[in-house]
């Protein structure tokens, strides 16, 4: 099963509406940001700066100021203007006379924006020069009016309020999104792993099917054992090829061990000689589109060896009358012959090469056996 993929790491609000705010206003050259991280029950605060490499770093406050803003933070209306010595984050004993005068009772230049979520309250501190050019306008000499400053203060409000909520909604659909796509990923798994789970179980269930018939046929109880099992179901063959492994692993131990009517015969993995898939015969692109002789061959081998298999299955003799009556196109014993004795090289070649296939006929079939008998002949003769 798949292990669990981990949530991913999420920006918190307030850094995401720090970073929002930096393209709120020309006129917004400082910016102090103050929330509760998470796991927490204090204040933390981050501070960006226009003129400073546009980089937001850490704001350090003490315990008794983190305290003062969670008073603020409590209060409902969601903004308003400050003077500088009215901030709790401000050491009023370090402001300079000019600094004092700069934010005279009439020089509210500080924008507290208030905002509430459900993970933290959000309080914004923005920091706005004296003038008009906090709307972008060239004009630096007339100074901020009362009106100036109400546009200024409903505008940052409804510009948090929406910023907020759409960062909420893009998470609350990628969230969705992503768990989405793990319950896709684990049904397609999940059913992967039961399509696979059927088709081994039929395939047991046709095994064990065919044991059964084969066995009711010779009057011999064929068992098979796990190893040998799991060999099949694990080879990438076709049901006629299991068949042909099973029967020439059956036919092998029967004429090994003698086995009579009545016996029980275990096919052990060790038995069991999975067949290569048949070899597609290549076609060569000469003027007449020549099949390659020695895929021929191999093609002859496989039609003797399954009419072998079917004339044993029927209880008969295998001899070459009864297995060219036994092939696709039925051929007379004769025509066998000659077919062998032009392709006797190719043969010889092809058992060695393939010393597991066409194993009934090796063992069964005289016209085969013989052709091997000659070549072991003339091997000693030439000893």
Request: with cysteine.
């Amino acid at each position: 099963m798949p292990h669990p993929t981990p949530k991913p790491q999420q920006v918190h609000p307030a850094i995401y509406m720090m970073q929002q705010w930096q393209a709120f206003m020309d006129g917004v050259d400082r910016i102090i940001t103050f929330y509760i991280a998470e796991n927490t029950q204090a204040f933390e605060g981050i501070e960006w700066q226009r003129f400073s490499n546009n980089t937001s770093m850490p704001f350090q406050i003490t315990q008794d100021v983190s305290k003062q803003l969670q008073h603020i933070s409590s209060e409902k209306i969601s903004h308003q203007w400050l003077r500088a010595e009215l901030l709790p984050f401000i050491n009023r004993d370090n402001l300079s006379i000019n600094q004092l005068n700069l934010f005279s009772e009439s020089e509210y230049l500080i924008l507290l924006i208030r905002i509430q979520t459900a993970q933290t309250p959000i309080l914004s501190y923005l920091f706005f020069r004296n003038d008009c050019s906090n709307f972008g306008l060239s004009d630096s000499n007339t100074q901020l009016e009362p009106s100036h400053k109400a546009i200024i203060g409903k505008m940052a409000s409804q510009f948090a309020s929406i910023t907020i909520n759409e960062f909420f909604a893009a998470n609350q659909a990628n969230e969705q999104f992503r768990k989405q796509t793990i319950s896709i990923l684990k049904s397609r798994h999940i059913e992967a792993n039961s399509l696979k789970e059927q088709q081994t179980n039929w395939k047991i269930s046709w095994l064990n099917t065919y044991l059964a018939e084969i066995s009711q046929r010779d009057a011999i109880n064929y068992v098979i054992s796990e190893a040998a099992q799991n060999k099949l179901l694990h080879s990438d063959v076709s049901f006629e090829q299991a068949k042909s492994s099973i029967d020439m692993c059956i036919h092998y131990i029967c004429n090994l061990l003698a086995v009579i009517p009545g016996d029980e015969v275990l096919i052990e993995e060790s038995y069991l000689i999975i067949d290569e898939p048949k070899v597609k015969v290549p076609i060569i692109d000469h003027n007449n589109q020549l099949i390659n002789r020695s895929s021929k061959t191999m093609l002859l081998l496989d039609r003797l060896e399954n009419a072998a298999i079917r004339v044993k299955q029927q209880g008969q003799s295998i001899t070459s009358a009864d297995v060219g009556s036994n092939m696709d196109k039925p051929i007379t014993a004769p025509a066998i012959s000659d077919a062998l004795r032009k392709n006797r090289v190719r043969i010889l070649q092809l058992f060695e090469q393939y010393p597991q296939r066409w194993s009934l006929i090796r063992q069964s079939f005289k016209p085969i056996m013989n052709i091997s008998a000659r070549k072991n002949t003339t091997l000693r003769s030439s000893g």
